[in-house]
């Protein structure tokens, strides 16, 4: 792959000191491209990715030719991230070939409709010519003669399993017994696309995280909140009108919930907020491709009080300590799993009591690439043996429990979630990272 980590860290190092590093201030709100705007820098960092990463990762597998096929209103996810912005979705049935001539001949983009896709692949169907779209790409195959067709599938990874079982029999019909030989059911590929994040995009992600914080402290402030009055289904759809309002897209419904002394579950729905409640709120939004995934937390002063009570803070701390082990673990070849380990090892010798649950983020909010962990699962999962490569992002996503001594020794999971960039030898939080509670009815 190309070397991007210098240039990444020196995006990242430029950055301001956020706001969730001072106090917990209200974060301001960065502008928001028009929709021309967005066209124009999606198409530009597509180009850019189809330049640079197709070839990366096409020669990094030993694969000659790839071939992704999709249909309207049933997209392959990674189709869906090669389309430009006018184009949108894929007509009819699209299909987008890669050609690795060779070094110094690069890779030849082509594709099997009747349309050009905004210039990024070159057309080679006209039905007037040849009226079976399967017929022309088996053509322009044998022309070429690949060694290594890779195509998308995967039991493991829905984004790596695009190739539909129609599609795989309609492919080798076309391609006949010999010419099937070369087909190659590669989940990796497709991974390695959707995971990879260049430096034009990791220069943008900043404004994406900082939008979502943003959000997120204005949602948990008092200008949102009234304790005794406001719901926390009234804090989630604030927070999806805002959404909006600003003119992004949500990927998951937000979640709110409630911490309170004396209730040994979360309370959530129709719930009234008061004053000594811990709120946790589960947050993400899509913007220029590029999703978010956010949890953080905030405390409603009681009366009197200044700041939250010392048990809440110190278990902020804890979650902020398991974060810490996580992101050490980090290692370039290491697997999901193998992070896992190491950074589970380090929380419990530290007195922690963690359960982890971090994943890549990226095109989808849940991305693709290795877990590490899952709520459910804090052993070795297969979803988590796959390799760490550098340039990817990450949703640091866990929980650190932990007993409350002013709530009666109440057992909390104190749950953070913040997104970070991984540049193969360091793990830097995007937009920084929670680190002292939002306080609603601090004047």
């Not at 984004?159 to 030989?181: F, I, R």
């Not at 008092?222 to 989630?236: E, F, L, N, Q, Y």
């Not at 805002?242 to 719930?271: E, Y």
Request: hydrophobic share 40%; aromatic share 8%; charged share 25%.
């Amino acid at each position: 792959m190309p070397d991007w980590s210098r240039y990444l860290l020196a995006c990242l190092l430029a950055l301001p000191q956020p706001a969730a590093a001072q106090g917990m201030a209200r974060a301001a709100y960065p502008p928001v491209l028009g929709m021309r705007e967005r066209a124009v820098v999606e198409n530009r960092i597509l180009k850019a990715r189809l330049d640079t990463v197709v070839p990366a990762i096409m020669r990094e597998r030993g694969i000659d030719m790839w071939v992704l096929v999709a249909r309207e209103n049933f997209e392959d996810p990674v189709v869906r991230t090669m389309l430009d912005a006018e184009s949108l979705a894929a007509r009819r049935r699209t299909i987008l070939i890669f050609h690795d001539r060779g070094p110094g001949r690069g890779v030849e983009r082509l594709t099997v409709s009747r349309y050009g896709l905004g210039g990024l692949f070159v057309p080679v169907w006209d039905p007037a010519r040849q009226p079976d779209q399967w017929a022309r790409l088996a053509e322009i195959i044998r022309e070429r003669a690949p060694r290594r067709i890779a195509i998308n599938s995967s039991r493991l990874s829905a984004y790596a399993d695009g190739t539909t079982l129609s599609a795989w029999e309609e492919l080798t019909e076309a391609l006949g017994p010999e010419l099937s030989k070369t087909l190659v059911r590669d989940e990796v590929l497709p991974i390695r696309w959707l995971e990879t994040r260049t430096p034009e995009e990791m220069a943008l992600y900043p404004t994406i995280e900082q939008l979502a914080h943003a959000i997120i402290s204005e949602a948990l402030s008092s200008a949102v909140i009234t304790p005794g009055k406001t719901t926390t289904d009234d804090v989630v759809w604030w927070m999806r009108q805002k959404i909006t309002d600003l003119g992004l897209q949500t990927w998951f419904h937000p979640s709110v919930a409630i911490s309170r002394r004396g209730n040994a579950a979360p309370l959530a729905g129709d719930s009234v907020i008061r004053k000594g409640d811990l709120l946790w709120t589960d947050f993400g939004i899509t913007y220029l491709r590029l999703n978010t995934d956010t949890q953080e937390n905030a405390y409603v002063l009681n009366d009197g009080e200044t700041e939250a009570p010392v048990g809440l803070r110190t278990g902020l701390n804890a979650s902020n300590r398991v974060q810490d082990a996580v992101t050490t673990s980090f290692q370039t070849g290491a697997t999901g799993n193998d992070v896992l380990a190491a950074a589970r090892a380090r929380a419990t010798a530290d007195g922690l009591r963690p359960t982890i649950y971090s994943h890549p983020i990226g095109y989808h909010g849940h991305g693709a690439g290795p877990s590490i962990g899952f709520w459910d699962n804090q052993s070795a999962d297969p979803r988590g043996a796959m390799p760490i490569h550098p340039n990817t992002a990450w949703s640091i996503e866990l929980s650190a429990t932990r007993k409350v001594p002013e709530w009666d020794g109440q057992e909390i999971a104190f749950k953070t979630e913040e997104n970070a960039v991984f540049d193969g030898n360091r793990v830097h939080y995007i937009d920084g990272r929670q680190v002292d509670f939002y306080l609603i009815g601090k004047q």
